[in-house]
């Protein structure tokens, strides 16, 4: 993963850690406005020369020391997750 390591439950990315540490929760179109009303950036690279991004939200500053903040952004890289692999058909 471009460096990083991808976070699993039961088989379904709910989260990422880049290589600086960063850690990123999955998102989508139904907990996008809980990460931005936290300020929560996208996920950006440069691919090509030009930029992208992931449905991936940066956690909270409070997620690194709140447990409870740690585990509700988590339930939301889970349920985003979730919701992505209903939408994947099975190979």
Sequence with gaps: MMGGWTLYLDAVIFALI?????????????????????????????????????????????????????ARCALLGVDAGLRGARKQPRR
Excluded at 32 to 55: H, I, L, V
Aim: contains cysteine.
């Design 18 to 70: 880049d290589r600086d540490g960063g850690l990123w929760f999955k998102s989508d179109a139904v907990s996008d406005p809980a990460w931005d009303a936290a300020g929560c950036e996208r996920f950006g690279y440069d691919q090509d020369g030009k930029s992208a991004t992931m449905n991936d939200r940066r956690a909270p500053d409070a997620t690194y020391d709140d447990a409870e903040e740690l």
